[in-house]
């Protein structure tokens, strides 16, 4: 167990529509990042938060957005869902910004149908 | 800009046997961090090992260790005495500080299968 809660694990929807992705760093990590897994690919880089504002942005679609709270959790919106946004969206988090490593939650399996 | 290269997508040993997964990096930036991810087919990322850029000596963790060469730029992991469970997807990543600005980038990743 790595520490790093996301939810849910599973959602199925439909194109067109808006979700909401939601991830708990571990205790006492500033920074939480968000990557997307489509299938069978690598890891590309969404967006990166530390202690609530933007620190690093990746190919993130202008149709998805990113916030850290100030309970340091964090939130990727996605919205009018297309066939090729099904993907396994990780959420990860490290102490700080440095060179340290990501911890990764369990991912959230979106299936747009 | 930096990125990272794993040119195997797909590696074959035997039970017990050593294997080593290539990762080799390109970045400009005088301090990073290299880092290895073993990813199972139920889909999390575990993370096995990090180097630091200013390390002098190879990182080991286990049955994990990390070749490090850095004026070829490769960052190889090594996995000795395979065991079916090692049987995963692997990931080489890095992250830099200055150009590389705070984003931890993957490679393709490679796919390893222990054979019994």
């Known amino acids: 167990d790595s520490g790093v809660t996301q939810t849910p694990k599973h959602l199925i929807t439909a194109t067109g529509q808006r979700v909401t992705l939601r991830c708990s760093p571990r205790s006492g990590d500033l920074s939480v990042y968000w990557y997307q897994q489509s299938l069978d690919q690598g890891l590309q880089f969404l967006i990166q938060y530390y202690n609530g504002e933007e620190r690093a942005k990746g190919n993130i679609l202008e149709r998805f957005s990113a916030q850290q709270f100030p309970d340091l959790h964090s939130e990727l919106n996605l919205s009018s869902l297309e066939l090729g946004d099904s993907a396994l969206y990780f959420c990860?988090?490290?102490?700080?910004?440095?060179?340290?490593?990501?911890?990764f939650g369990e991912g959230s399996r979106l299936t747009v149908l | 800009a930096q990125k990272i290269t794993q040119t195997q997508p797909g590696m074959f040993v035997q039970e017990k046997e050593a294997v080593t997964l290539d990762c080799t990096y390109d970045t400009s930036d005088p301090s990073y961090g290299l880092f290895w991810y073993k990813q199972p087919s139920s889909g999390e990322m575990i993370f096995l090992i990090y180097q630091g850029s200013y390390d002098q000596q190879n990182a080991t963790e286990g049955r994990y260790s990390l070749n490090f060469q850095k004026a070829r730029k490769s960052a190889n992991l090594v996995i000795s005495a395979s065991q079916l469970g090692d049987s995963a997807m692997y990931f080489c990543?890095?992250?830099?500080?200055?150009?590389?600005?705070?984003?931890?980038?993957f490679g393709a990743g490679t796919r390893l299968f222990v054979k019994a």
């Open positions: 990860a988090s490290s102490v700080g910004t440095g060179v340290g490593e990501l911890f």
């Open positions: 990543a890095m992250r830099g500080i200055l150009t590389g600005g705070f984003k931890t980038i």
